[in-house]
């Protein structure tokens, strides 16, 4: 009954990147402003990258790393305030989360295509 939720979300966690090509071409349907698109896609798609290192880091390192994981999303949100709050004299959450999200998707992107090429040049050399 279950295995309708469990598939596309396992086939979603494993290859993030075809599922952020395709939530941008129906984004980019939808919308018709292409930035809009490209930021709806991002704040989508944050989420989904985070897992996903998480599981190729329990894969490759047969260890879980969530809570390391967890505490620099941490770090990196009250980098942003503290970044936000030097810029513009005060405080404003939403602006502030919203830049730690793009930050993030950008991060764990880099991090999900480096540790997917690290998992494949060490699976062919070993």
Sequence with gaps: MGDWIIFP??????????????FYLFS????????????QTANFSA?????SVHVLLLVLFNRSFLSYIVISLLILLGLSMVMQ????????????????????????????????????IARIVA
């Design 9 to 22: 979300l396992a086939a979603i966690l494993t290859m993030p990147i075809p599922f952020l090509i395709i």
């Design 85 to 120: 709050y030097k810029l513009h004299d005060e405080l404003q959450l939403r602006r502030a989360f919203k830049g730690f999200w793009r930050v993030s998707f950008i991060l764990f992107t880099f991090l999900y295509i480096s540790l997917a090429l690290y998992g494949l």
């Design 47 to 51: 989420p989904v990258f985070i897992l």
């Design 28 to 39: 980019r349907k939808w919308n018709r402003y292409k930035r809009k698109a490209v930021h």
